[in-house]
């Protein structure tokens, strides 16, 4: 959906975003930012998700799970098939990693038994 909105926006910027995943830097020719493209983005019904100048921090967190997710893994597994990572990812999150897993950010509980003992308080 998002690809279909974004073929729809000409010129130099539309080709800068369409080749996003190519291994170079979609935004290399555009100041994301500017009031042209923000209002490129908002005409074509895309919400565009940036933090403020210089804050690394809006996307730590995803960062990390999904580093921690393909150490622990996605690398040390061979896939034959999509579903077959689709179901092994979902066992790691839903079995493993929410309710085996310590976090060391919650006292080295796992994240079920951390809102068990939170809920119970």
């Not at 730590?60 to 580093?67: C, G, L, T």
Request: proline share 2%; glycine share 4%; hydrophobic share 35%.
């Amino acid at each position: 959906m998002v690809k279909k909105r974004l073929s729809r926006m000409s010129g130099k910027l539309s080709r800068t975003v369409l080749r996003r995943g190519k291994g170079s830097n979609p935004f290399s020719l555009v100041d994301y930012a500017s009031h042209t493209y923000q209002s490129l983005l908002q005409r074509n019904g895309i919400i565009c998700s940036m933090s403020r100048k210089g804050d690394c921090w809006d996307n730590a967190v995803m960062e990390s799970f999904f580093h921690t997710l393909k150490v622990e893994l996605v690398y040390c597994t061979t896939f034959i098939t999509r579903s077959q990572a689709r179901r092994s990812i979902f066992e790691y999150i839903e079995v493993f990693y929410n309710r085996t897993r310590l976090h060391s950010a919650i006292g080295y509980n796992s994240p079920e038994e951390y809102e068990k003992a939170r809920n119970a308080a």
